[in-house]
């Protein structure tokens, strides 16, 4: 037996679940667009002095770019393999808002900018998710 928040809830069929997952779904493209949008800004940021032929690529060059590049790919992944499953997308984008409130480090200014589009998908999620457990549940017991 898998445990249920790995468990599918495509034959969920109420209106409820329908809108929440749908918003969940659309919240986490947006996100996972914001973060690749992000990366790009940043590569195309790092390539600046090189185009005038200022500098080679440095290793710092090399890991800004790879850094802005894996949680746009982590969120990438987490929405596609949580696509029926909102219970797994939901703590996939809660642990990516915890870890991203650890890279602010002491700019905590930057903290509710960095960490509230993550946590508002996880919050969507996680409530699409009780929606559809709830109503699974009660067309089994009717």
């Known amino acids: 037996m898998t445990s249920p928040i790995f468990s599918s ?25 914001l973060y690749f949008t992000a990366w ?3 590569s195309q940021a790092r390539q600046e002095p090189m185009l005038g032929g ?9 890991w800004a770019v790879w850094t802005h590049l894996f949680p746009a790919v982590a ?7 949580g696509w029926n499953r909102p219970g797994l997308a939901g703590t996939g ?4 808002a915890l870890l991203q409130a650890f890279t602010v480090g002491t700019e905590l200014a930057f903290l509710p900018i960095v960490v509230a ?7 969507a999620y ?3 998710y009780r929606w559809g457990i709830r109503e699974q549940y009660l067309e089994k017991n009717k």
């Open 9 to 33: 809830l495509r034959g969920v069929t109420s209106t409820r679940y329908v809108a929440a997952i749908w918003t969940s779904r659309v919240l986490a493209l947006a996100v996972t667009a």
């Open 126 to 128: 996680v409530t699409a």
């Open 54 to 62: 200022a500098s080679n690529p440095s290793l710092i060059y090399t």
């Open 93 to 96: 984008f809660a642990i990516f």
């Open 75 to 81: 969120i990438l992944l987490f929405t596609v393999v």
């Open 40 to 42: 790009w800004d940043e």
């Open 117 to 123: 589009p993550g946590l508002i998908v996880a919050i």
